[in-house]
């Protein structure tokens, strides 16, 4: 096994990634505002730290992830209040949509599940610690950082501080690098927002102490990988980093992972361009989950993703070829015995495979490793030259692979059933066309043939392709 290496954003390089304890990883991803449905866009992200919480399993770390839901933020309060509804009513559609798309997408649940609503006593904790070490000032009811005390602010985002005015202040959870400035940890209420009364007054958190607040509370207070999109580097990781290491004197992340941007056909997305889609607009199309985790997996997460139409059927053909060869591998009767040359192709794709994970996540080298092992086994199995010694090996590797990858089983109707997209009609099982195989296969035997084309014709009406091999027997594969 290769030794893992990931990019780090707080030193801009790539490095052996040792954990704070040997065999457990404490792992905080920020997890989605819940005030609409989540759109690719942040899908590529949590895909991306799915597949590293896989991998770091495969490896046989013990992993203590926290994702947490953002419940309360500036645009979650404010549509609640336009709704007129409490902000669980409003966000609670929303979570429950995520989870339902983590499943599509087969994102693991992590460890922890938590919502900055039941974590408002550890938010004000942390703010108090925060008041008494005097990195704080109170404006009208708010109480805002005074990031002019911290003095490795901006080491994150190698943000230019030399411009700024002390004591300048912005309110809104969300700003551009240009405006760094002291920012809002807890914010005095509106006139008919949601608040809450605390010892620190009456009011709600800012988002970034939230994210503080509780990766502290459930994993400590220095902690291994903190994951996100490279949009949250600044100003939220800054700020996340800002306030934890001012109140504990200890590093608060020892990684930090960013997964680049998507964009789409070539355009950043945007509901104005009308090309900004969430899961369920694509399912809606007829693409299924499979082919959406394969697409936004398969690009390191480090390199911009440019999701295209022509790139998501490339992924639905790639999750086939992956199928059929799992299908080959089981239904297929080879000659017997072992070949020297395919035991050592089998180990050398498994290594290649763990090389390229290793490699900072290099999605695109492990899967190069499977698709040119998968590519020269056909090959061989076509020439008869692929022995039935090798079934297991192979067999294992793909496990391997779909430990990580998860996209090997063939259930993306039944998750599209779940989401409502009914696809189930013109679909056709697989015990049924085994079933009509055999039937296909007793005719031709029998002579009848006839019969054995109307079988045939039948198949492939349903998109069902039959092949038949050398040894006499019939294989068959989805178009
Ligand atoms: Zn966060």
């Not at 052996?16 to 997890?31: E, S």
């Not at 649940?109 to 008494?132: C, F, G, Y």
């Not at 698709?371 to 067999?395: H, L, P, T």
């Not at 409502?420 to 015990?431: F, K, N, V």
Request: include cysteine; charged fraction near 30%.
């Amino acid at each position: 096994m290769h030794e893992i290496q990931v990019h780090n954003t707080l030193s801009g390089k790539v490095e052996p990634f040792v954990p704070l304890k040997t065999d457990v990883v404490h792992m905080y991803t920020c997890g989605p505002t819940v005030y609409d449905f989540a759109h690719i866009g942040n899908f590529r992200t949590f895909v991306f730290q799915d597949i590293l919480r896989r991998f770091l399993k495969l490896r046989g770390f013990r992993l203590t992830h926290v994702m947490n839901l953002t419940d309360v933020d500036d645009r979650i309060i404010a549509n609640a209040a336009a709704a007129g509804i409490g902000i669980r009513d409003y966000t609670d559609k929303y979570v429950q949509a995520f989870f339902a798309d983590c499943r599509a997408l087969s994102v693991e649940s992590p460890e922890h599940w938590i919502r900055a609503t039941e974590n408002i006593d550890s938010m004000v904790e942390l703010i108090q610690k925060l008041q008494k070490k005097t990195y704080t000032y109170d404006s009208e009811g708010s109480i805002y950082y005074r990031i002019a005390k911290f003095k490795d602010y901006g080491k994150l985002s190698k943000i230019d501080l030399s411009g700024i005015q002390t004591g300048a202040r912005v309110d809104n959870d969300r700003y551009e690098k240009e405006s760094a400035r002291d920012f809002a940890l807890w914010k005095a209420p509106k006139p008919g927002e949601h608040f809450w009364e605390t010892p620190i007054g009456p009011g709600r958190p800012g988002w970034h102490i939230e994210c503080s607040a509780m990766a502290m509370k459930y994993l400590g207070e220095s902690i291994d990988i903190h994951t996100g999109g490279i949009d949250l580097a600044f100003p939220h990781h800054e700020n996340e980093i800002a306030q934890s290491e001012a109140a504990t004197g200890k590093p608060f992340v020892k990684y930090w992972l960013h997964a680049e941007h998507l964009l789409v056909e070539g355009e950043k997305m945007s509901k104005s361009l009308g090309n900004f889609f969430t899961l369920r607009d694509l399912f809606g199309k007829g693409y299924k989950p499979s082919a959406l985790r394969f697409a936004l997996a398969s690009v390191p997460y480090r390199r911009q993703l440019n999701f295209t139409f022509d790139g998501l059927q490339q992924a639905t053909s790639s999750v086939d070829r992956l199928r059929n060869f799992a299908a080959r591998l089981k239904n297929e009767k080879f000659p017997s015995g072992k070949q020297k040359a395919m035991t050592e192709r089998i180990d050398k794709a498994a290594s290649d495979f763990d090389d390229g994970l290793s490699d900072d996540l290099n999605t695109a080298q492990a899967l190069a490793a499977m698709f040119d092992f998968v590519r020269e086994a056909n090959i061989a199995m076509d020439k008869g030259e692929f022995r039935q010694g090798e079934v297991k090996a192979a067999q294992q590797f793909l496990a391997t692979f779909d430990k990580v990858f998860a996209v090997l089983e063939d259930n993306d109707a039944e998750k599209l059933k779940v989401l409502g997209y009914d696809t189930g009609s013109d679909r056709t099982d697989d015990a049924e066309i085994e079933k009509l195989v055999s039937a296909r296969q007793a005719a031709r035997q029998k002579r009848e043939f006839a019969e054995s084309d109307r079988i045939r014709k039948e198949l492939a009406d349903r998109g069902i392709i039959l092949e038949d091999t050398k040894d006499g027997g019939v294989r068959w594969k989805r178009k």
